[in-house]
């Protein structure tokens, strides 16, 4: 996470992830491809459905954390590797929990994500990582929350000396 | 679920939801969009990462099986209407928890999903709808567990008559 190691994540950390805009166009193109259901794929399936209009799949809006989540790390790690520290890449996720479609997201909404730190722990079976915990969530542009998960990262711990 | 009423799934309902092939180009595709980990991006930034070569993003692991599983309900539910009777529409989903990415997805796999009614629940707040509960999971071509969640759907009641 931000190009940082292990050691150097505390808990309470929070980071911005930036935004993602969903549009008529990204929310057609996820929905034909992975969730084809009425109310995803046009205006008349979405006003006869459950949120009254046509809206994103709620897997795209996870996809749109993702996204973000990954440019966020690569830029902060660009820092670090320019300013000549040494600083490792994000880890995999082996899986997550409590995650919550909170409201719809509709053509033109942009989602705003963030990433808090919520815990840390080593790893006997792994010593060269360790676990970040995080809750991570997503607010519209009228600051409702209408995403969040709470999330988990392998993580490089530093070399040792 | 497969174009039933919540009063016609019961506990235990196991559905096979069909497969998703996974090809270098689609793992590509979905990974430049939403997923751009060098792990996800080439066989070179695979073979440095943590799975031994190019795998697919968590995110198109789950996505796979949104597709297979609106496919199976929507053939579900076209035989019943084909057959006159009343079939709802699969409704959305609030969440889920516990999702597990327990082994990397490589180009060339075929993952195969199902889901097992683990129960249900009628809502006070919303009278027409009930919640159901499933275990969700995915095997590959060998048989190994790559993924599992456990989810929860809402789904219409029968009519009042």
Known sequence: ???LFLEDIDEGLSVDLGSYHFTRE???RF???YDP???HL???GGFRGPFGGLSASGWHTAAGWMK???ATNDAARAKLLAAGKTSPE???GPGFTNLK???PVYPGDTVRYSSRVTGKRELASRPQWGLVFSMNEGFNQKDELVFSFEGKVFTARLPSP
């Open 101 to 103: 479609w909170l409201k």
């Open 68 to 70: 973000c989540f990954v």
């Open 37 to 39: 259901q009425p109310f």
């Open 1 to 3: 996470m931000l190009g």
């Open 90 to 92: 994000v880890g995999p």
């Open 42 to 44: 046009s205006d008349e």
């Open 31 to 33: 929905a034909r491809k």
């Open 26 to 28: 990204n929310i057609l």
